[in-house]
């Protein structure tokens, strides 16, 4: 009983420098000494040298701390009951209530030990919820480390990106005012796609992450002109995923598979159904394992990203998706994610359960 009131106290909180603690201390230690007495003076119950067990008539004296030790664990639950949610404070009423009642039980009732069973029974429940506790708090803190990631990369966006295309706008300022405009809306697109992925915690419509990628190639072509070609074959768009997924792929392919001194370098995006899912298919082509060698080497990178580890493991965690790369015949390789359908179930389990937040609806304001 202490140690539950201890486990209470570290739930919600609280020190045990508190009337409540000292309470259950005194009453324990009150039936510690009974138990210590009774060992050499047979006040509540007796053994004989014939190893026979028998009551004394005080005996219920013996079970009255630990009933007022329960009913005081009990209020100082009850007190506590707006610092707990649901699923705990029914737990510690069911964990209190058992041993209760066999004490009770136990007081009038001889030869069945009921406060063993009943305090077996009541410490199965309490290790049960121990146990689904920390599983939630694992999950909870992968998804919130998770999103720490995101948030860290996307304010860590490349450097040279942002220097590169503010020179282009900088040129075409003179040389073509009309294309520097275009760039300029392109531009603020992207970036404030990055920016509301920050504050957006659950999934978002794919055709948000498709505009997205279209605004950061829509830079880069600016810039490459006929160096970059993509194609799109999206029929399938209704559907959710975790944001900053598809625009990392598309971002790799440009990094690792763009030179100037190479062949045009083109990109298909396309969507398809698979079983009870989605498949995204990119496909690039550049150079065989580009996109493999990135990921050995993101370590000792120097610009910053959103590698693709990082959009496997958000996938994982938040849709129950996957991430696969293979290279591809013609040269170049194919990265090919997979949202499963329950994807969309497994996300409303988890706001239900306050592990992730609903995305807030629209974008920041610039």
């Not at 030790?69 to 009423?93: A, E, P, Q």
């Not at 305090?119 to 290790?127: G, K, L, Q, T, Y």
Request: charged share 20%.
């Amino acid at each position: 009983m202490p140690i539950l009131a201890v486990y209470l106290l570290r739930l919600c909180g609280e020190t045990l420098k508190c009337t409540y603690f000292r309470i259950v201390i005194v009453l324990w230690s009150v039936y510690a000494v009974f138990l210590t007495v009774t060992q050499f003076v047979p006040v509540f119950y007796l053994i004989s040298d014939d190893n026979v067990y028998s009551r004394s008539p005080l005996y219920p004296v013996l079970l009255i701390p630990t009933a007022l030790l329960m009913l005081c664990n009990m209020i100082g639950l009850y007190h506590r009951r707006d610092k707990m949610t649901s699923g705990k404070y029914r737990t510690f009423w069911i964990y209190l209530l058992i041993p209760t009642a066999s004490i009770l039980i136990q007081m009038c009732v001889y030869g069945i030990l009921f406060i063993v069973l009943g305090i077996s029974v009541s410490a199965f429940f309490m290790f049960v919820f121990i146990i689904s506790e920390q599983v939630e708090d694992s999950i909870r803190q992968s998804i919130e480390i998770g999103e720490q990631q995101l948030k860290i990369r996307t304010l860590q966006m490349r450097p040279h990106f942002i220097y590169n295309t503010m020179t282009n706008i900088y040129y075409l300022c003179d040389l073509d005012p009309q294309k520097a405009r275009r760039v300029v809306g392109d531009f603020t697109k992207y970036l404030r796609n990055n920016f509301s992925s920050i504050v957006k915690r659950g999934m978002i419509p794919f055709e948000d992450e498709l505009e997205h990628t279209k605004a950061y190639l829509a830079v880069v072509e600016a810039r490459y002109e006929d160096r970059l070609i993509t194609e799109y074959d999206t029929p399938f768009t209704s559907f959710r995923l975790p944001p900053l997924t598809l625009e990392p792929i598309v971002e790799n392919a440009v990094k690792h598979g763009l030179d100037p001194e190479s062949p045009p370098l083109y990109i298909w995006i396309r969507t398809e159904r698979t079983g009870e899912g989605t498949g995204i298919i990119v496909e690039n082509s550049g150079e065989k394992n580009a996109l493999k060698a990135e990921e050995k080497n993101t370590a000792n990178d120097s610009e910053p990203h959103i590698g693709l580890s990082n959009v496997s493991d958000r996938l994982k965690a938040l849709c129950g998706g996957t991430l696969s790369i293979e290279p591809r015949q013609a040269g170049g390789v194919i990265v090919t994610m997979y949202i499963p359908d329950r994807g969309k179930i497994a996300e409303e389990k988890k706001t239900a359960a306050g592990f992730i937040t609903p995305n807030a609806e629209g974008s920041p304001r610039t």
